[in-house]
């Protein structure tokens, strides 16, 4: 008979350390999904997982039961990966200089047609990352969260540790730096 | 070129490509691996440790200065003048001394 989450919880902090696997196999997925927000790399993309592993591991003591284990790891997966765009925060690309053809073209298109472009587009995707890339962590922290994992304040602020007030004033920065970094491409590729 | 309207498009995309939720194969066989491979960690213990990597070089220096004390009481042996301890005492209870002298 399968063991329920609480059950294997129970088990790893009584030093049975096999029944953590099953909890790595059933959430792994999520965590890389969310690590592959923050980093590119796959070889970086596996290091923070790892290292969100081995932080649940040690910290299992302290989760209470209060909510269920997923929330309570997927805390530890965005504190890492905040963690890992800190620590990676000087390799952020300084200049648009290097825009590749598709996406000169994809914005070309956005321009002059702004309906008819593709979401899917490779183009489109890596332009997004470039910007995303640009913006400081906690900029890009609050707008991967609150734009595009279309989460509320409150949830930002419970997953991040950063108080209600202070997610708000972050995603008001966030956004202003977002289009001071689109003004950057609309002034380096078309002024 | 409306800068809200590019911000717009792009977070769009962004949420039309949600990235792969694709697990290396055997990857918690890895982390269990790093999990049992890792020894836990016990405060005391740590301690412990660093308790008895002191020991070696207390000892060495135990053994230096019994060395330095016995090679000095040896000379002075040969040589009997105040020692260290009786100048030291000198020194210290000079001034009670003094005022021993006065009081008389």
């Not at chain 1, 290097?98 to 070309?108: F, K, T, Y």
């Not at chain 2, 039309?16 to 890792?38: C, H, Q, W, Y």
Request: aromatic fraction near 8%; glycine fraction near 2%; charge should be positive.
């Amino acid at each position: 008979m399968e063991r329920t989450e609480a059950e294997l919880i129970a088990a790893v902090l009584k030093g049975d350390a096999a029944s953590f696997e099953p909890l790595i196999e059933k959430y792994s997925p999520r965590v890389f999904a969310t690590a592959r927000r923050y980093a590119r790399r796959e070889s970086e993309v596996e290091d923070i997982v790892q290292e969100v592993w081995l932080k649940a591991y040690q910290k299992l003591k302290s989760f209470r039961g209060e909510a269920p284990f997923e929330h309570w790891l997927m805390r530890l997966a965005v504190r890492t990966c905040y963690d890992f765009l800190r620590s990676h925060q000087r390799n952020r690309e300084s200049a648009f200089s290097d825009l590749s053809e598709p996406e000169d073209d994809w914005l070309e298109r956005f321009i002059h047609q702004p309906g008819a472009v593709r979401e899917d587009a490779d183009a489109a995707q890596q332009l997004v990352q470039r910007v995303l890339q640009q913006l400081s962590p906690p900029a890009r922290l609050v707008i991967t969260l609150l734009e595009i994992e279309d989460r509320s304040v409150k949830e930002i602020s419970k997953l991040t540790g950063w108080s209600v007030p202070l997610v708000k004033v972050r995603a008001f920065r966030a956004r202003a730096e977002m289009r001071k970094i689109l003004a950057k491409i609309a002034k380096d590729k078309y002024l | 070129m409306k800068l809200f309207d590019l911000q717009k498009k792009l977070i769009a995309v962004a949420r039309a490509n949600p990235p792969s939720d694709r697990v290396p194969l055997a990857f918690e066989k890895r982390i269990m691996a790093l999990i049992t491979g890792r020894p836990v960690q016990d405060i005391w213990a740590a301690w412990a440790k660093v308790l008895w990597y002191a020991a070696a070089p207390c000892v060495a220096v135990m053994l230096l200065f019994s060395g330095w004390a016995h090679i000095e009481s040896s000379k002075k042996n040969e040589t009997p003048t105040i020692d260290l301890a009786q100048q030291l005492d000198n020194t210290l209870l000079a001034a009670v001394d003094q005022s021993n002298d006065t009081a008389r």
